[in-house]
């Protein structure tokens, strides 16, 4: 009788080890299933993004409102996704949610994700075309710098986040010291520059549907000079014209307007001048040149220190050939610009940048994207020998917020994501 109680112990617990090795077992294989399954959805999701991509690279581009895939083969599984278009926080924004599922062996894993067209408002610093302008010391970048061409570093600047270039090479001068606090990285997919008529046509049609539009002045020097917060008066934008009339060139009265009675997008067909302090949202486009002939600043910030937290305030500057900082005398001891700035046909560049002593830094909260790299300053061994140093920082709300209107690229960028 104890060799039988003996026995029949043994065989319970080989039969209760056997039971547990098989449940491991299974435990292991669905917990491999799900992993791949995982894997498979990430797939869906990025073939999905990539679609949209290469729809809205097209021409003419697309932007479909909805779209599935299914039972699409990848290893051992397969995934599905679907696509819909829906209204986000900023109805500028063209946004998407793709819903893609992975399956293997029974096991699924479902990600849902919501992506948005990037802008050009998600780079500190963004170039086409290098030309020959240089980085050198006193340079300071605190946010994304990327390149489609060459970088040029002559000195010790200083990036304070990734810098990347499309090209496979960088110039660096020997005896130079530049600090990549995240460093950099080569030979990366060019973000192809947007069409100048594209964007131009569809600022315009804003500005003539809800906005404030500027048509075309008499005279070839003619120009509108717009003031924010004029006299004080916080949450307005104020206008005036300098045109021909006759044999002479005049000025127009004050146009004052309330920044949230229209939809925040500016268009003029002539270049203007801008200075003074925003209260609002606002995106300003010409079809000319921007002129910055004094600091431009939000009501919600602190002078030198950027956005204060909380601050509601939010500029885009749109010209179709340059954003100058002109050579005014309130120009010459410091400049300090709180936007975002987009130069179509050439640059963000300083007049007379190659004249007189230096002016002390160009400060600006935001960034600027431009076709081709345009000069601020001269230097030389000893440093800034006329214009400009660049203190260039990244406005950290543009990250998932972007003015009015504000021209947008081809790509897309992830802003939630949940699995189940």
């Known amino acids: 009788m104890a060799v039988l109680a003996i026995v029949t112990a043994v065989l319970l617990v080989g039969a209760a080890l056997f039971i547990l090795g098989t449940a491991e077992s299974d435990l292991v294989e669905y917990t491999v299933d799900n992993a791949r399954a995982f894997y498979l959805a990430e797939a869906g999701q990025e073939a999905a993004q990539g679609i949209l991509e290469e729809m809205a690279q097209a021409e003419p581009p697309s932007f479909p409102d909805s779209g599935t895939l299914e039972d699409q083969a990848l290893g051992d599984g397969t995934y599905d996704f679907t696509v819909t278009k829906i209204s986000g926080a900023y109805p500028w924004l063209i946004e998407y949610e793709i819903v893609s599922t992975g399956e293997v062996d029974g096991v699924t894993s479902t990600i849902t994700s919501r992506i948005r067209r990037e802008t050009f408002a998600q780079y500190l610093f963004f170039t086409s075309k290098a030309s020959d302008i240089w980085f050198t010391t006193g340079d300071s970048l605190h946010g994304r710098v990327h390149s489609n061409d060459k970088l040029k570093i002559d000195g010790d600047p200083w990036f304070g986040s990734k810098v990347t270039s499309s090209s496979s090479n960088i110039t660096i001068t020997q005896g130079s010291n530049p600090v990549f606090e995240q460093g950099y990285e080569l030979g990366v997919d060019e973000v192809p520059f947007p069409s100048g008529d594209d964007i131009k046509s569809a600022m315009r049609a804003q500005a003539q549907d809800g906005g404030l539009y500027g048509g075309e002045l008499n005279g070839r020097n003619a120009y509108y000079q717009v003031v924010l917060g004029r006299n004080g008066a916080t949450g307005t934008i104020s206008f005036r014209s300098y045109s021909r009339r006759g044999w002479r060139y005049r000025w127009s009265g004050w146009t004052d307007v309330d920044i949230s009675t229209f939809n925040g997008v500016i268009w003029s067909e002539e270049p203007f001048t801008i200075e003074g302090v925003l209260d609002g949202e606002l995106t300003m486009g010409s079809d000319d040149d921007i002129w910055i ?128």
């Open 293 to 420: 002939t004094d600091d431009v600043l939000y009501e919600g910030s602190s002078p030198g220190h950027g956005p204060d937290e909380g601050c509601d305030d939010l500029l885009g500057l749109v010209a179709a050939k340059d954003i100058i900082v002109a050579d005014t005398w309130a120009n010459r001891n410091d400049v300090e610009i709180h936007a975002h700035m987009l130069a179509l046909w050439k640059s963000l560049k300083v007049e007379d940048y190659n004249q007189g002593s230096p002016r002390g830094d160009l400060t600006i909260w935001g960034g600027v994207a431009q076709y081709k790299r345009g000069p601020v300053g001269t230097f030389n061994k000893w440093g800034m020998s006329s214009g400009y140093n660049k203190d260039y920082h990244f406005d950290s709300r543009l990250s998932g917020w972007s003015p009015p209107g504000y021209p947008q690229t081809n790509r897309y960028i992830q802003v939630s994501w949940t699995e189940s």
